[in-house]
């Protein structure tokens, strides 16, 4: 058996999951359609660790950057399947566009067959080989394997960025960066912590994954709870996957009763890790990353106790032991 990297990929080669969108992209290249078969082996809504789906959309997303850093930002032929308002909508939305995104959102463009629609249509308009088409996939697996929040037991995680051990957490620092501990008031346990630079902050909390509960279903509640205490909530796809562009309901005087939210979360290995951004940050037409890069860099760490039903991830002050 070939040696591997933990990851279900041969040193200098592809993985599981670039292997299965490679078969997805044959399969649809070849018949013009996806069969049941493709659909499943995609396993286009799952986003706890990296499918073929996303390797699908990372490879589009590759794609397009590399066209619109040639000034190309709209196909030369129409997209089969696709009117020519939808497809700009899609692609704008998957160069990150974030004044696109939640009318992709509310139309729902970004599919698995619309998405291989697309790639079929680039690779036919790039003249790409198959062997490109191969070394496209192998990359933007290698892209998705390189992205956090990552648990601390994974031996990709990066280990040259500072972060700050908060027990349950250790998250990214950088000079002029605030940090503030939250208590539970339940407890008075520390059950979360904000990171603050400049006008926009970020709140990170991270759950034991009990159940069947999972980064989809705490968005659903979370989207329910909102729209029933008066405000609203649209499900997107941003940097981190799936999450909420969101306004809540907040203590303040008319007309400042009223705040705007991103909600991003992430499964991992028995914990689910949450992020409340607000501030200039969680305006839908930000582009600010920083948030982002916090969120994905920020590593969870589970208690000992694997028998624990406390569902709450607990932190500790940064000069305490473990």
């Not at 709209?74 to 004044?99: C, N, Q, S, Y």
């Not at 305006?283 to 028998?307: H, I, N």
């Amino acid at each position: 058996m070939a040696d591997g990297d933990g990851a279900g990929r041969p040193v200098g080669g592809m993985g599981e999951a670039g292997r299965a969108a490679q078969a997805v992209v044959a399969q649809y290249v070849r018949d013009g359609f996806l069969t049941p078969e493709s659909v499943a082996r995609a396993e286009f809504d799952v986003w706890d660790r990296t499918t073929p789906g996303r390797v699908l959309l990372v490879a589009v997303q590759v794609v397009l950057a590399l066209r619109q850093e040639d000034g190309r930002t709209d196909l030369g032929r129409p997209v089969p399947g696709l009117d020519a308002e939808d497809a700009r909508l899609m692609i704008r939305t998957l160069l990150r566009d974030p004044a696109a995104a939640p009318e992709t959102s509310r139309r729902d463009l970004i599919t698995l067959d619309r998405l291989l629609e697309l790639l079929a249509s680039l690779i036919a308009e790039e003249s790409l080989s198959e062997e490109a088409v191969d070394a496209l996939l192998e990359a933007a697996e290698e892209s998705c394997l390189a992205v956090g929040p990552w648990d601390e037991s994974d031996d990709r995680r990066p280990r040259d960025v500072e972060l700050t051990d908060l027990g349950g957490l250790l998250v990214p620092t950088e000079p002029g960066l605030k940090i503030e501990l939250m208590r539970s008031r339940k407890d008075g346990s520390l059950a979360g912590v904000t990171l603050m630079r400049g006008r926009t902050a970020i709140q990170l909390q991270a759950f034991r994954a009990l159940g069947d509960t999972s980064w989809a279903t705490v968005r659903a509640d979370l989207a329910r709870t909102m729209r029933s205490r008066g405000g609203s909530a649209e499900e997107r796809v941003g940097p981190a996957g799936p999450e909420l562009q969101a306004v809540v309901r907040i203590q303040g005087p008319p007309g400042k009763d009223r705040q705007t939210v991103r909600v991003l979360g992430h499964d991992g290995p028995g914990w689910i890790l949450r992020g409340f951004v607000t501030g200039l940050g969680a305006e839908p037409d930000s582009t600010e990353e920083w948030p982002y890069d916090t969120f994905q860099g920020t590593v969870v760490r589970m208690p000992a106790d694997p028998l624990s039903t406390d569902p709450l991830i607990r932190l500790r002050w940064p000069d305490q032991g473990r």
